[in-house]
C-alpha cells in the first residue's frame, strides 16, 4: 500500500554534494512526518533528520549545518541536501515515515513502520 522510493545516491569526492530524493505513494502525504536514516558496514541504522507536516526540521548532531531536510507536498516528495561531504557519511540512506504521526517526529528508526529500499551513497577519493 505504502511505496517509499530513493533516489539520487552515488559517489562523490571528499567536500561534493549530493541531493536525494524519496518519492511516496499509497499513503496520505500531507498527514505524515517523513524521515532519513542511515546505515553504514558495522554500525546501527542511524536517524540523520526529519520533517513536520509543516516543514519544520530536526537533524542529528552529525549532519546539522550540512544536510537540509525538505518536503514537497505538491509532488509528494522529501529531499535531502547533502553539502561538505565526508568519508564518514558514506552509508545506504533510507527514506521513512511513521504511519503513528508522532510529534515531534521521532530519533530512532525502530519507531517508523514504513521504509525506502535505500540508496548508497559513497564518499571517497
Known amino acids: 500500500q505504502v511505496k517509499l522510493v530513493e533516489s539520487g545516491g552515488g559517489m562523490v569526492q571528499p567536500g561534493g554534494s549530493l541531493r536525494l530524493s524519496c518519492a511516496a505513494s499509497g499513503c496520505s502525504f500531507n498527514d505524515n512526518p517523513m524521515a532519513w536514516h542511515r546505515q553504514a558496514p558495522g554500525h546501527q541504522r542511524e536517524w540523520v533528520a526529519s520533517?513536520?507536516?509543516?516543514?519544520?526540521?530536526d537533524y542529528a548532531d552529525s549532519v546539522k549545518g550540512r544536510f537540509t531536510i525538505s518536503r514537497d507536498n505538491a509532488k509528494n516528495t522529501v529531499s535531502l541536501q547533502m553539502n561538505s561531504l565526508k568519508p564518514e557519511d558514506t552509508a545506504v540512506y533510507y527514506c521513512a515515515t511513521d504511519s503513528g504521526s508522532a510529534y515531534p517526529p521521532p530519533r530512532r528508526p525502530n519507531s517508523y513502520d514504513y521504509w525506502g529500499q535505500g540508496t548508497q551513497v559513497t564518499v571517497s577519493s
Open positions: 520533517i513536520t507536516i509543516r516543514g519544520a526540521p
